[in-house]
């Protein structure tokens, strides 16, 4: 797959997006609510578009084990937001998410129950803030991390770890994800606490044209 490329236009910009996104959030006088205005900067940030798509290659403690694809489908209207549907093809699971006011929220009507958006990917956000959502707890561990996949080196990137608070099993684990602002998710990695197993998934290419 070859990656895009016309989004570097957006790189002279991207600080005054982040910029524009801090003074929107601090002006906001509802958090479950965004402007229009909002919701496309923090779309772009999120690179969520209809058919939008990205690759991933799965290793399991460093041997290649499979790859698999996670596009953008479609979107729906519900009230002010913009609902997106994310399909990941080895499983056909499909979640649905949208922006507001905080960042990058899970929704998941259909799969999960959801009947309220639930906060994923805080956004804006600084080193060491903490926060818990759908029974996880998270951290951002760094809002400027480099890191370098198949797809690419890329830098600014936010870094997220988090485990689930009522992990009763056997081998309980933490992920950590990288989001580079207009990409995506770029890297994630999965530690198992008891057996020290490690799953990484690496992005090897992308395709963010869409609208």
Known sequence: MVNKTNISILAPVIPLILAMGFFITGCSDDDNNSTGFEQDILERIFAL??????????????????????????????????????????SNYV???????????????????????????????ETGDTYSSLGYHFTVISTDSTT?????????????????????????????RFIKPTIGEVYSKVDYIVSSRIVEHKLIGYDISGD
């Open 95 to 125: 979640s649905e998410v949208i922006v507001g006011d905080q960042g990058y929220y899970r929704y998941d009507e259909g799969a999960d129950g959801l009947s309220e958006p639930a906060l994923w990917w805080k956004f804006p956000t």
């Open 148 to 176: 370098t996949v198949p797809a690419g080196t890329f830098d600014g990137c936010y870094v997220y770890q988090y485990y689930f608070l009522a992990d009763l099993s056997w081998d309980p684990y933490y992920t950590t």
């Open 49 to 90: 578009g209809k058919d939008n798509l990205w690759h991933y290659q799965i290793y399991e403690d460093g041997d290649s084990t499979g790859s698999y694809e996670k596009y953008c489908r479609s979107y729906r209207l519900h009230n002010t937001y913009k609902i997106f549907q994310i399909t990941k093809t080895e």
